[in-house]
Structure formats: structure tokens, C-alpha cells
T-cell receptor, first 112, second 115 residues
Framework: GESVGLHLPTLSVQEGDNSIINCAYSNSASDYFIWYKQESGKGPQFIIDIRSNMDKRQGQRVTVLLNKTVKHLSLQIAATQPGDSAVYFCAEIGPTASKLTFGTGTRLQVTL | GAGVSQSPSNKVTEKGKDVELRCDPISGHTALYWYRQSLGQGLEFLIYFQGNSAPDKSGLPSDRFSAERTGGSVSTLTIQRTQQEDSAVYLC?????????????FGPGTRLTVL
């Protein structure tokens, strides 16, 4: 079946370094992709999204890259801070679908 | 403005009892979603409401689960005859129009524990 998955379940980075969280998706019809951040005990928080007509989108300290050829999505966090420690989920949806499909998540640990 | 709110934040119940979980979406959002998140897992879609259309119930795991949305705003998720495997965090989200067009914003969730 169609799925969205993550390569690394846990990523540990030092404060100040850049983080890269990867996500693979299998549904080539997906055209809308979202990254969420979830801190312990809280609901997912929207970070950034991208549509399939783009291959890069930047926000504040975050960049999402989309490679449709290999169905790969990544989230880059610049100058990672302790407050970035959380679980990050990618999600995808196609133009006719009614639900987001979420990956299982990557835990980002920021060390001092 | 206010975000999505959910109540209660925590619910402990005994096996076999019924529970009701409430979701207040962001004002003006026509789409509302329920998800379930088991410990250490991703989000599992349960149900989706869009305006006055019939809801997409394709994610409900059994007929013990039901949901309604009154007046196009507040939604309640009901679980009848709860089982231990129902223990999870139940998350509600809303979006302005629909899942393909705009972002879903999540509430803090209700943590359900079935003893």
C-alpha cells in the first residue's frame, strides 16, 4: 500500500549544527507535503509545507526540499537549538485523497 | 485567535465503559479531522468532516467508534465499550477548507487510558 516513512528514527545533533531529517514517500500522486513538529505531551505543530510544483521552500531557520524523481522529502533546520528537540513527522496527500498519510516520525535530540 | 481545543486533556476509564471526547475547531474552519496516536507511533486517521457533507469514516477501527459534528463546529468522538487497546492520544485537527488545499492545525489531544 501507499506509505510515507522516515529513514532515521532518532537523530542526535549538537547545538548550533544543522539538522537534516529525511522522509520517503511511495505515492507518486501526492502533491502536498507537510512537516510537523511534536513536543512531548503536545499536538503536532505545523512547521512548513510544500506543493509538488516546487522543489524547495524556506521558512525561518527551516527549509524543505522535495525530490519528486526519487520521492524524497527532507527538512533542514539551521543552527539547531535545544528547543528544536522533538519528534518530526512528514505527511503527504494527493489531490483526490481525503486524509493525510503520516510517517512514523524522527526524534531529534539536540545536545549541548 | 484561539487554536483547536480538546477536552478532557486526560481521561482514565474502566474497560467496557463509554467515553466522549470533545473538539472545538478553529473558528471558521469547515474541515475537522480526528486522529489516533498510540505510544511512539505516527498518527492514524479516524474520520473527516467537511461542511455539511457526509463524513469520511474510513479510518474508524470498529463500530464502537463514532463521531458527530454539530452545527458545523464542535465535534465529539464517542468510543463505546472501551477496550485496553483503545488507550492512545486522540488528536483533533481543523483546516479552513479541506485536506488537499490547506494546512491542518492540531489540538493538544486527549490522552485516553483504559484500565
Amino acid at each position: 500500500g501507499e506509505s510515507v516513512g522516515l529513514h532515521l528514527p532518532t537523530l542526535s545533533v549538537q547545538e548550533g549544527d544543522n539538522s537534516i531529517i529525511n522522509c520517503a514517500y511511495s505515492n507518486s500522486a501526492s502533491d502536498y507535503f507537510i512537516w510537523y513538529k511534536q513536543e512531548s505531551g503536545k499536538g503536532p505543530q505545523f512547521i512548513i509545507d510544500i506543493r509538488s510544483n516546487m522543489d524547495k521552500r524556506q521558512g525561518q531557520r527551516v527549509t524543505v526540499l522535495l525530490n519528486k524523481t526519487v520521492k524524497h522529502l527532507s527538512l533542514q533546520i539551521a543552527a539547531t537549538q535545544p528547543g528544536d528537540s522533538a519528534v518530526y513527522f512528514c505527511a503527504e496527500i494527493g489531490p483526490t485523497a481525503s486524509k493525510l498519510t503520516f510517517g512514523t516520525g524522527t526524534r531529534l535530540q539536540v545536545t549541548l | 485567535g484561539a487554536g483547536v481545543s480538546q477536552s478532557p486533556s486526560n481521561k482514565v476509564t474502566e474497560k467496557g465503559k463509554d467515553v466522549e471526547l470533545r473538539c472545538d475547531p478553529i473558528s471558521g474552519h469547515t474541515a475537522l479531522y480526528w486522529y489516533r496516536q498510540s505510544l511512539g507511533q505516527g498518527l492514524e486517521f479516524l474520520i473527516y468532516f467537511q461542511g455539511n457533507s457526509a463524513p469520511d469514516k474510513s479510518g474508524l477501527p470498529s463500530d464502537r467508534f463514532s463521531a458527530e459534528r454539530t452545527g458545523g463546529s464542535v465535534s465529539t468522538l464517542t468510543i463505546q465499550r472501551t477496550q485496553q487497546e483503545d488507550s492512545a492520544v486522540y488528536l483533533c485537527a481543523s483546516s479552513l477548507i479541506g485536506p488537499n488545499t490547506d494546512t491542518q492545525y492540531f489540538g493538544p489531544g486527549t490522552r485516553l487510558t483504559v484500565l
